[in-house]
């Protein structure tokens, strides 16, 4: 107990004499030769006291700045203790050339301490062919000077030859268009100048809304890239790989977005943009007057049909029109999205007769051809059936119509009738006294119990052979004595006398799963004294085996003479075994 | 003293050989279930209902017995009695939809306007089996369960097979819910024996006397229980709860489709 308070103490000491002590703060770079692409770790060291703040680092105008949080760890080397909080940073060059980070200062117990500034030399990234270069990102579209509306391609593409690590790419804010995702994310393969890079592809689909100059930003992916051997004695990085930071970046890129040509423009243009046809179908051509028929059209193409208006129905008369709300589909087809739209309308006529619905159509502006473009279906011609020619017609029965469909109508209401088969006639009450019923509720558990008793009785005695034995040594017994009655009638004593003894024995010897004739009075005895409390029968039992095997060698009348007696007391004396034991 | 003996002798002889005159052909439950059924479809209701009821007075019970019963009752113009029947015979045949067809229908003709006796709905969905099934049949399911549960048990002392554990877990779940169902059936048709008002209208009282305070007027068909019976009198209960005394005779019990003694 005194050694543990001494120990407290001693470390408590300790610890305010570290804590007394002045801290150092230094700071160091990973490297101090970087290109543009390359981002800088900058570590800040206080030593001394985990207690001091974090460093206030200098104007860095010409760098982006990351805080990567810090680490502590502390050392006893030779009994000398010391404290130490790293404070990580990553800066990001802006520009090239010599770039300076100033001193970081540090206000502790009202003195102040400042790092030495460091000098950067920061290269533009080199000038080699792009083929060369270990990872690189490019960005592209498929047109620079799109109509607004029009679909343009964007493809962004990350290539590397090198491992990578912790890859992510800074969300594209494209400011001013409509954005859909083309296809999922791929990852493939490619040679390019000669040299094989592993490629992620993806594509975006934008269109311009407005027309002008339209600039989308340089794309920016931040990752890892692994260098040199894992120090194989670090053991807070655990053999991992050390790596360097890299930002990647894309050049933005400039859209001149065109206004809609003027020339050509229909009167109140929806403003629909791409190129598509258009498929019109009318459900039936033979309907009744009063019934309804629909007209579906579908739009579907490359481009935006979001807002793309119904198709017109130039001119409809003797029809009174419904519209449905149309179903908008679109789905990834190579280099383009392709768009679907249907339009329903239910027409219901309003006359009999021959009925022509006009064509429809719609006009959209095709960027491809550079014209606005227009697209027409039908028309399509119907016929309706007055009314009453339905009747007509099934009177004279040429043609049938489908018969009118009526609720049925309950004219009256009666029971249903009397039950008359003769099979359902017989007594089927039943009575809860009846011996019967519980017969079958309790002689199915019963005879489980029976067989389940018979049947442990059975494997115990097939398994456990002193329990088999002990359970047949008094009918052996009995067996025993009856044979011993016929020797008594046959006046042969010493047969008798070595029968009652060997009896005697097996009895005892079965009882107590012994190897039971074998066995001498003596040590039968002892058996039977470790099994009985009562200490007068073990013996009762030696003086009958003593006394027996005495008869059964001693010839003479006077011993036969004994033979009844003896064979009672052999029975007497088995029977209080049999009882205690 | 031997003529003494030959006319004794002729005697016998004489009575062995005369047919029986005290229990006629037509006492035949099953031949007066056929006149009941010929007399209804003539029209003779009332000749129709006693040859029915005389059957039932010979001890036979069935669901088509109080159903053609019920029927009867029903063209006489004795809604009350006819509901009465009706729900005897579901005691035996509770699936029967010209059974519930006519039950439906007899209770729109009676004049008090008296809600279902019946229990929640979601209850009766869950426990779906204890309006769809009779008591009997709950016996009879429970205890060919406990045969087969048994069977098994023994079955499975010699031969340890998994089907033999799966016949098990299901007699046993099977034979415990009709089990439990088919007592909790009993206590309560015991404890609260459903009746019908059968005559046109019955004062209900608040006690057991003629003068005594009446509570409300019921009238012919107006559903119940009968929760205790004593010195001619019933104490009828309704499904709101309202209950009183009435005369024996003014209410008709349901009869439960076994025989308790």
């Known amino acids: ?351 009999p007769g021959t009925l022509t619905i006009p064509g429809v159509s719609i006009r959209f502006f095709n960027p491809e051809a550079g014209q606005y473009q227009k697209r027409e279906a039908g028309p399509f011609t119907l016929k309706v059936r007055p009314a009453a020619e339905k009747e007509e ?71 456990d052979i002193g329990y088999a034995r002990r359970k047949k040594a008094w009918i052996e017994f009995e067996r025993g004595i009856k044979k011993a009655r016929g020797l008594l009638r046959q006046g042969d004593s010493r047969k008798l006398h070595a029968h009652l003894a060997r009896t005697v024995r097996a009895y005892l010897g079965a009882k107590m799963n012994l190897t039971g004739e074998a066995q001498t009075p003596i040590e039968l005895k002892e058996a039977l004294a470790d099994r009985l409390s009562d200490p007068a029968l073990p013996e009762e039992i030696y003086t009958l085996l003593q006394e027996l095997e005495y008869r059964r060698f001693a010839p003479g009348e006077e011993v036969f003479h004994e033979g009844e007696s003896d064979l009672a007391r052999v029975k007497q004396i088995c029977a209080k075994v049999e009882k205690k034991l | 003293m031997k003529k003494k003996l030959s006319g004794l002798i002729l005697l016998l002889i004489v009575l062995l050989l005369t047919p029986k005159t005290g229990t006629p052909e037509t006492e035949d439950p099953l031949a007066l279930f056929l006149k009941a059924n010929e007399s209804y479809q003539k029209g003779a209701y009332e000749t129709a209902r006693d040859l029915y009821t005389r059957i039932l007075d010979r001890g036979i019970r069935n669901g088509s017995l109080y159903y053609n019963l019920g029927n009867t009752y029903f063209r006489l113009g004795r809604t009350g009695k006819a509901i009465e029947y009706y729900l005897s015979a579901k005691e035996w045949i509770p699936r029967s939809e010209d059974l519930e067809a006519n039950l439906r229908y007899a209770r729109e003709e009676r004049e008090d306007r008296i809600d279902s006796a019946a229990s929640g709905s979601v209850l009766r969905e869950i426990f779906f089996w204890y309006h769809r099934m009779s008591l009997p049949e709950m016996v009879r399911t429970f205890l060919l369960c406990n045969l087969i549960f048994w069977s098994a048990a023994v079955a499975r002392l010699f031969f340890r097979r998994p089907f033999l554990r799966a016949v098990l877990l299901f007699t046993l779940f099977i034979g415990l819910t009709m089990g439990v169902t088919a007592a909790t059936r009993y206590i309560q048709t015991r404890l609260h024996r459903p009746a019908v008002i059968v005559v046109p209208e019955a004062t209900v009282r608040s006690g057991m006397d003629p ?51």
């Open chain 1, 1 to 351: 107990m005194g050694h543990l308070f001494a120990l407290i103490v001693s470390m408590f000491l300790l610890y305010r004499t570290v804590e007394a002590r002045e801290i150092t703060v230094t700071a160091g770079v990973d490297r101090n030769r970087v290109t543009t692409e390359d981002m800088v770790l900058l570590t800040i060291t206080v030593s001394g006291s985990r207690k001091a703040p974090e460093p206030e680092l200098p104007d860095l105008p010409d760098f982006e700045i990351t805080s990567r949080g810090s680490s502590s760890r502390v050392q006893i080397i030779n009994g000398a203790y010391s404290s130490q909080v790293d404070y990580n940073y990553l800066l990001q060059p802006k520009k090239t050339g010599l770039l300076t980070i100033g001193p970081a200062t540090i206000r502790y117990k009202g003195k102040t301490y400042q790092t030495d500034p460091i000098t950067l030399r920061v290269e533009e990234t080199a000038e080699i062919e792009t083929g060369q270069r270990e990872l690189f990102i490019t960005t592209k579209v498929d047109t620079s000077s799109p109509y607004v509306g029009q679909q343009v391609v964007y493809t962004f593409r990350f290539f590397r030859r090198v491992r990578v690590g912790n890859a992510s790419l800074e969300k594209l804010d494209f400011d001013g268009l409509q954005v859909e995702d083309l296809g999922k994310e791929r990852t493939y393969t490619t040679v390019r100048n000669g040299i094989r890079y592993q490629v992620t592809e993806f594509r975006k689909v934008l269109y311009p809304v407005h027309a002008g100059p339209l600039t989308l930003p340089a794309a920016t992916l931040k990752c890892d890239v692994p260098y040199g051997r894992p120090r194989p004695y670090d053991i807070f990085t655990f053999g991992t790989e050390r790596s360097r930071t890299k930002l990647l970046r894309s050049d933005p890129i400039t859209l001149q977005v065109r206004p809609l040509p003027e020339e050509g423009k229909p009167d109140g243009f929806s403003g629909l943009v791409g190129s598509f046809s258009l498929i019109a179908q009318l459900g039936k051509e033979e309907i009744e007057e009063g019934e309804s028929t629909t007209l579906t059209m579908t739009v579907m193409g490359t481009g935006d049909l979001t807002g793309a208006p119904r198709p017109e129905i130039a001119g409809i008369e003797h029809f009174k029109t419904y519209d449905d709300q149309p179903t908008l589909t679109t789905e990834p087809r190579r280099d383009r999205i392709l768009s679907r739209k249907v339009f329903k309308t239910a027409l219901v006529p309003t006359e």
């Open chain 1, 393 to 463: 017609i099934n009177l004279t029965g040429v043609a049938s119509a489908p018969p009118s469909r009526k609720q049925v109508k309950v004219v009256g209401r009666d029971i249903l009738p009397i039950v008359t088969d003769l099979n359902t006639f017989k007594d089927r009450s039943f009575s809860l006294t009846s011996p019967g019923l519980w017969a079958l509720v309790f002689a199915p558990p019963l005879c489980f119990l029976i067989i389940f008793l018979v049947k442990r009785e059975r494997d115990r005695r097939f398994t």
């Open chain 2, 211 to 261: 003068e005594s305070t009446t509570l409300f007027v019921l009238h012919d068909g107006a559903e119940g229980w009968v929760d205790r019976i004593r010195d001619g009198w019933v104490l009828f209960r309704l499904p709101s709860g309202k209950k009183g005394w009435l005369k024996r005779g003014q209410v008709g019990i349901v009869v439960p489709p076994y025989r308790a003694g």
